[in-house]
């Protein structure tokens, strides 16, 4: 069993930046791939990034590419969301996930994903 807990989410202004936390328990984290997903009111959980165990392979959607940065501290049990230049369109709710079991070709769909953390609200004003 792996316990997840977001943190960062808040009120930002359109062109900020915020950088969200994901805590995770156990003593396997380091051997896990990590992703965040997000969910808009009345639409469906998408795909935000990944990354995998060692960190050394990212994966984004393409929406995201190039604003947002996904990175992981193993010594910490921990994974990040750095945002920046945000949208008033990124505003949802943002869930880290464990995939115990990756795959390159399905790293996007949440079903891949085993563990989910109970979210963190990211709204962005215009």
């Known amino acids: 069993q792996v316990q997840l807990v977001e943190s960062g989410g808040g009120l930002v202004q359109a062109g900020g930046s915020l950088r969200l936390s994901c805590a995770a328990s156990?003593?396997?984290?380091?051997?896990?791939?990590m992703g965040w997903f997000r969910q808009a009111p009345g639409k469906e959980r998408d795909f935000v990034a990944a990354?995998?165990?060692?960190?050394?392979?990212?994966y984004y959607a393409d929406s995201v590419k190039g604003r947002f940065t996904i990175s992981r501290d193993n010594a910490k049990n921990t994974v990040y969301l750095q945002m920046n230049s945000l949208k008033p369109e990124d505003t949802a709710v943002y869930f880290c996930?464990?995939?115990?079991?990756?795959?390159?070709?399905?790293?996007?769909?949440?079903?891949?994903?085993?563990?989910w953390g109970q979210g963190t609200q990211v709204t962005v004003s215009s």
């Open positions: 996930a464990v995939d115990r079991h990756f795959r390159e070709r399905t790293v996007a769909g949440s079903s891949s994903y085993e563990y």
């Open positions: 990354v995998t165990w060692s960190g050394g392979s990212t």
């Open positions: 156990g003593r396997t984290f380091s051997t896990y791939a």
